[in-house]
């Protein structure tokens, strides 16, 4: 059962200079370094270089949470989305520069004590210094790159969520607008062109949220391309139930044995429990599932209780 426990939110994620501004930045910070004299001025200005560096690439590594252990549905999307070894390969990048700049530095101070004329030291640390952090450039901008695609990802919280599947305009929307105690939320679903929507419903204190993902459990999946089946593969991590949604009155356009059949598909996908209910049920006699109307408001507070018992 999906469990966001580890809460990841991408939007947390410090922004990442690019090769050139973090030099510039870095070194005019050592150059507003004072000191009694040259040789002191310049020990200074490479501890604050080293402190500048240290300090920056430390908050970039530490920020990035261990994608390993994160909670299923986030490992999938982001290796998808950005790819979890060439994040890692990435930040590894980032602490090597980071010791080698020390090492530099490290040196150069050494050199002042000893007595090595300061000009010629900085001239020589601030050039390998610059050439490390040229050489990891691509790196930088990978990262900047992957916080602007990991921004996209939706943020979910803890409480259980229930996605609702089922044809097109058999009536999704209306059940989440029905069952929201809010507006629900647009998410967009990266890597797809699709929206997924977020409602958020309580019953009896006991609080789900509640996907409505057009485009993605609304046709038979075996017709899918790629990417949409690696999407809905994204959704079997998220989801701790499914609300099927039949339209026995066929007014959505569908059959109600192609309606049936893509909801043994489901059945046959994902291992969460589905209900199956129908919709507008205003329209019609069948009362052999449970059955609401969106627009008479009769049946959602028993499918609300319904789901509830199969969350618990
Ligand atoms: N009579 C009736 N119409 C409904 C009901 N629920 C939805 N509809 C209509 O069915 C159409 C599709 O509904 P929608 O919620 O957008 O379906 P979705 O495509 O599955 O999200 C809309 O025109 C709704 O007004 C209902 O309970 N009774
Ligand atoms: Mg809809």
């Given at each position: 059962m999906t469990n966001i426990k580890e809460r990841f939110e991408p939007r947390k994620l410090p922004s990442v200079l690019r090769s050139e501004e973090l030099i510039d930045k870095a070194f005019r910070r050592a150059s507003k370094v004072s000191g009694r004299n040259k040789r002191e001025r310049a020990i200074n200005k490479l501890s604050t270089l080293s402190n500048v560096f240290s300090d920056y690439f430390n908050r970039i590594v530490s920020s990035h949470p261990s994608y390993q252990n994160?909670?299923?549905?986030?490992?999938?999307?982001?290796?998808?989305?950005?790819?979890?070894g060439k994040l890692r390969k990435s930040l590894g990048a980032l602490s090597w520069a980071n010791s080698a700049v020390q090492k530099v530095i490290n040196k150069g101070i050494r050199e002042l004590?000893?007595?090595?004329?300061?000009?010629?030291?900085?001239?020589?640390?601030?050039?390998?210094?610059?050439?490390?952090?040229?050489?990891?450039?691509?790196?930088?901008?990978?990262?900047?790159?992957?916080?602007?695609?990991?921004?996209?990802?939706?943020?979910?919280?803890?409480?259980?969520?229930?996605?609702?599947?089922g044809y097109p305009n058999v009536g999704k929307s209306s059940l989440v607008a029905a069952l929201s105690t809010v507006k629900p939320e647009i998410a967009s679903y990266p890597f797809t062109t699709k929206k997924i929507f977020v409602g958020r419903s309580n019953a009896n204190g006991k609080s789900f949220?509640?996907?409505?993902?057009?485009?993605?459990?609304?046709?038979?999946?075996?017709?899918?391309?790629?990417?949409?089946?690696?999407?809905?593969?994204?959704?079997?991590?998220?989801?701790?139930?499914?609300?099927?949604?039949?339209?026995?009155?066929?007014?959505?356009?569908?059959?109600?044995?192609?309606?049936?059949?893509?909801?043994?598909?489901?059945?046959?996908?994902?291992s969460v429990p589905i209900i199956a209910v129908y919709?507008?049920?205003?329209?019609?006699?069948?009362?052999?599932?449970?059955?609401?109307?969106?627009?008479?408001?009769?049946?959602?507070?028993?499918?609300?209780?319904?789901?509830?018992?199969?969350?618990?």
């Amino acid at each position: 059962m999906t469990n966001i426990k580890e809460r990841f939110e991408p939007r947390k994620l410090p922004s990442v200079l690019r090769s050139e501004e973090l030099i510039d930045k870095a070194f005019r910070r050592a150059s507003k370094v004072s000191g009694r004299n040259k040789r002191e001025r310049a020990i200074n200005k490479l501890s604050t270089l080293s402190n500048v560096f240290s300090d920056y690439f430390n908050r970039i590594v530490s920020s990035h949470p261990s994608y390993q252990n994160l909670p299923p549905f986030y490992k999938e999307i982001i290796d998808i989305v950005v790819g979890i070894g060439k994040l890692r390969k990435s930040l590894g990048a980032l602490s090597w520069a980071n010791s080698a700049v020390q090492k530099v530095i490290n040196k150069g101070i050494r050199e002042l004590k000893g007595g090595k004329d300061p000009e010629i030291v900085l001239r020589s640390v601030y050039g390998r210094v610059s050439s490390i952090i040229e050489q990891i450039g691509d790196e930088l901008d990978f990262l900047i790159e992957a916080k602007q695609k990991m921004r996209e990802i939706p943020t979910l919280s803890d409480e259980p969520i229930v996605v609702v599947a089922g044809y097109p305009n058999v009536g999704k929307s209306s059940l989440v607008a029905a069952l929201s105690t809010v507006k629900p939320e647009i998410a967009s679903y990266p890597f797809t062109t699709k929206k997924i929507f977020v409602g958020r419903s309580n019953a009896n204190g006991k609080s789900f949220q509640l996907i409505d993902t057009p485009g993605l459990l609304d046709r038979p999946i075996h017709k899918r391309n790629r990417i949409e089946r690696k999407a809905v593969l994204c959704l079997r991590h998220l989801a701790d139930c499914i609300i099927f949604i039949l339209d026995p009155t066929e007014t959505c356009g569908y059959s109600i044995e192609s309606q049936k059949s893509l909801l043994d598909e489901i059945k046959r996908e994902f291992s969460v429990p589905i209900i199956a209910v129908y919709s507008k049920s205003d329209l019609h006699e069948y009362r052999d599932l449970p059955a609401f109307s969106a627009v008479t408001g009769e049946g959602v507070e028993e499918i609300r209780q319904f789901i509830k018992e199969h969350l618990n």
